[in-house]
């Protein structure tokens, strides 16, 4: 029994000592790469939050940016289109820029002005500050430029698209092209409607139907359609008297003065006017006069 027990110990030792001599071996060829690939994770890891947290201050960089840019009533485009291309992986910055710098040339355009021109004190501009042709066309392809980037724009909102295609559409009617202004147009109240919105495509189809109000020639109604004007008595000739116009004055008819002058031009018909009541003048007391007294011839 007891040789048995004995036997039973020395084989749980051998065991025990051949899982431990395993696990030795396992750590000896496995634990350093163990080691390798658990530094790798955790490295990953802390690299990922790194540069999450990078691109969170680089976004909140370049809304501060835009901000600084629009926040002047004189928003230089060129600052905003470099705006736009130095923050381009931050997209909705980058498209906002876009869209802001191209508005800009589009208004300086409706207004006639250069970009940044200033009004005097009586709300004009001087001649150098006035747009030529030539800067016309040139402020309009590049607000056309822009408008366009943001319209064909990978993963840029819905909102942003519909934006891009109205600012599409003016450039167009400002360059006389009523066609691809038309086509601007649909393409954002498609988007628009798309989206769940359809504010800015009613905007978009009324300015569809304007535009082909602009097209379709206006038909011209007939004569008979036209109002008559109202029968004019004939002018009295030019120095012809008449019983309307004694002194032959040209377009002087004095019946229609009626009681202007308080009667002056009425004829005489022996009443008094009815005014106010005619009295006659007081009349004093006749008084004789004196006599002197006769001389008594005795004195």
Same mark, same amino acid.
């Given at each position: 029994?007891?040789?048995?027990?004995?036997?039973?110990?020395?084989?749980?030792?051998? %065991? %025990?000592?051949?899982? !431990?001599?395993? *696990?030795?071996? *396992?750590?000896?060829?496995?634990? =350093?790469?163990?080691?390798? +690939?658990?530094?790798?994770?955790?490295?990953?890891?802390?690299?990922?939050?790194?540069? !999450?947290?990078?691109? #969170?201050?680089?976004?909140?960089?370049?809304? @501060?940016?835009?901000?600084?840019?629009?926040?002047?009533?004189?928003?230089?485009?060129?600052?905003? &289109?470099?705006?736009?291309?130095?923050?381009?992986? +931050?997209?909705?910055?980058?498209?906002?820029?876009? &869209?802001?710098?191209?508005?800009?040339? &589009?208004?300086?355009?409706?207004?006639?002005?250069?970009?940044?021109?200033?009004?005097?004190?009586?709300?004009?501009? =001087?001649?150098?500050?006035?747009?030529?042709?030539?800067?016309?066309?040139?402020?309009?392809?590049?607000?056309?430029? $822009?408008?366009?980037?943001?319209? #064909? $724009?990978?993963?840029?909102?819905? +909102?942003?698209?519909?934006?891009?295609?109205?600012?599409?559409?003016? @450039? /167009? %009617? /400002?360059?006389?092209?009523?066609?691809?202004?038309?086509?601007?147009?649909?393409?954002?109240?498609?988007?628009?409607?798309?989206?769940?919105?359809?504010?800015?495509?009613?905007?978009? %189809?009324?300015?569809?139907?304007?535009?082909?109000?602009?097209?379709?020639?206006?038909?011209?109604?007939?004569?008979?359609?036209? =109002?008559?004007?109202?029968? +004019?008595?004939?002018? #009295?000739?030019?120095?012809?008297?008449?019983?309307?116009? =004694? *002194?032959?004055?040209?377009?002087?008819? *004095?019946?229609?003065?009626?009681? @202007?002058?308080?009667?002056?031009?009425?004829?005489?018909?022996?009443?008094?006017?009815?005014?106010?009541?005619?009295?006659?003048?007081?009349?004093?007391?006749?008084?004789?006069?004196?006599?002197?007294?006769?001389?008594?011839?005795?004195?």
């Amino acid at each position: 029994m007891d040789e048995r027990q004995g036997q039973i110990k020395d084989r749980a030792g051998l %065991e %025990e000592s051949r899982i !431990n001599e395993e *696990f030795r071996d *396992f750590l000896y060829k496995w634990g =350093p790469r163990i080691l390798i +690939v658990v530094a790798l994770v955790a490295l990953a890891f802390s690299g990922r939050r790194f540069l !999450n947290q990078k691109a #969170t201050e680089r976004t909140d960089e370049a809304f @501060v940016q835009l901000a600084l840019a629009t926040s002047s009533e004189s928003t230089s485009p060129d600052t905003l &289109l470099a705006l736009a291309d130095q923050y381009d992986d +931050v997209g909705a910055v980058s498209h906002l820029a876009r &869209l802001t710098a191209a508005e800009a040339y &589009l208004s300086a355009v409706r207004r006639g002005v250069v970009i940044g021109a200033q009004p005097d004190t009586i709300g004009g501009y =001087p001649e150098e500050e006035l747009l030529d042709d030539e800067l016309r066309t040139s402020y309009l392809g590049q607000s056309r430029q $822009a408008f366009q980037q943001v319209s #064909t $724009a990978q993963g840029a909102a819905d +909102v942003l698209k519909v934006r891009a295609f109205m600012g599409l559409a003016a @450039v /167009a %009617e /400002a360059m006389g092209e009523l066609d691809a202004a038309r086509t601007s147009y649909k393409r954002a109240a498609e988007i628009d409607r798309g989206a769940g919105f359809g504010a800015m495509a009613e905007v978009a %189809e009324a300015r569809i139907a304007s535009l082909d109000a602009l097209t379709s020639p206006a038909a011209l109604p007939a004569s008979a359609q036209l =109002p008559q004007p109202d029968p +004019v008595a004939p002018a #009295t000739p030019e120095g012809e008297a008449d019983d309307e116009n =004694p *002194f032959g004055l040209p377009g002087l008819d *004095f019946g229609d003065l009626g009681d @202007v002058g308080g009667g002056l031009f009425d004829e005489p018909t022996g009443e008094e006017p009815t005014g106010e009541p005619a009295t006659e003048p007081a009349t004093e007391p006749a008084t004789e006069p004196a006599t002197e007294p006769t001389p008594d011839p005795g004195q």
